[in-house]
């Protein structure tokens, strides 16, 4: 059984790597209160999204946009 399945085409992959790019260091830009704190762990999900191709979203509902 295989735990990660690439489910995403690359240019969604790009996409989610530069968003994360600008969520992840919202802390430091707008201090720590709750809403930069909750930018960041998107952030930080959209990051794992781009790194692994695989969107959990995706694959519980059965979605796949990778070429086939």
Do not use: D, H, W
Request: with cysteine; charged share 10%; hydrophobic share 50%.
């Amino acid at each position: 059984m295989n735990i990660i399945i690439k489910n995403q085409n690359n240019a969604e992959r790009i996409t989610r790597f530069v968003i994360s790019l600008f969520l992840l260091p919202s802390p430091l830009v707008f201090g720590y209160e709750i809403f930069a704190m909750v930018q960041s762990v998107v952030g930080s999900i959209l990051l794992f999204n781009a790194l692994s191709g695989m969107c959990t979203i995706y694959r519980l509902f059965g979605a796949n946009t990778c070429p086939k």
